[in-house]
T-cell receptor
């Protein structure tokens, strides 16, 4: 079984709809991250969490919110989806207190907003 | 200016060839450097970290040039399975933040 899982894997929705993307991990890592990837651009950080009580905005958090329900679960919400949020979304985890450690990515969620 | 810039390629090479490409970064305070590999429509996976003295991992060699602010990746004896997009990743002086390049695509042909 995969260590980092994401659901759904693909989603098509309409402008204005609320969408939740879920991420679960069995690696026991404290740190979790949400990124989006667009063609021609590098991965960009949306939100990150160092533990259950710690949530931080990344570089492109506008239009998104997150919830860290447990150490193993970190969900990303789009309260009112818009077309420019169409992208490939990745959840990632890492251990320890330094980003210098390897990040492990989930398989991604391909989101299309019409 | 992007924090991490890569030549998108594609680099099309025959099996057995050597291919090399660079990545430049803008923040001179950057601390750590990595190459990740991403197969089409799949998640990125760590290929190797890049150390100041340069390092090898099998057929892969990574180099860091702090003075010119670039890192490089060289692949020797290319295999079909090396076909992928290679992401340059830089950790700046903030503990949480990794900056990703858009990737360099390598296609190895038989």
């Amino acid at each position: 079984d995969a260590d980092v899982t994401q659901t759904p894997r693909n989603r098509i929705t309409k402008t204005g709809k609320r969408i939740m993307l879920e991420c679960s991990q069995t690696k026991g890592h404290d740190r979790m991250y949400w990124y989006r990837q667009d063609p021609g651009l590098g991965l960009r950080l949306i939100y990150y969490s160092f533990d259950v009580k710690d949530i931080n905005k990344g570089e492109i958090s506008d239009g998104y919110s997150v919830s860290r329900q447990a150490q193993a679960k970190f969900s990303l919400s789009l309260e009112s989806a818009i077309p420019n949020q169409t992208a490939l979304y990745f959840c990632a985890t890492s251990e320890g207190t330094s980003v210098k450690r390897e990040q492990f990515f989930g398989p991604g969620t391909r989101l299309t907003v019409l | 200016r992007k924090e991490v810039e890569q030549d998108p390629g594609p680099f099309n090479v025959p099996e057995g060839a050597t291919v090399a490409f660079n990545c430049t970064y803008s923040n001179s305070a950057s601390q750590s450097f990595f190459w990740y590999r991403q197969d089409c429509r799949k998640e990125p996976k760590l290929l190797m970290s890049v150390y100041s003295s340069g390092n090898e991992d099998g057929r892969f060699t990574a180099q860091l040039n702090r003075a010119s602010q670039y890192i490089s990746l060289l692949i020797r004896d290319s295999k079909l399975s090396d076909s992928a997009t290679y992401l340059c990743v830089v950790n700046e002086d903030n503990d949480y933040k990794l900056s990703f390049g858009a990737g360099t695509t390598v296609t190895v042909r038989a």
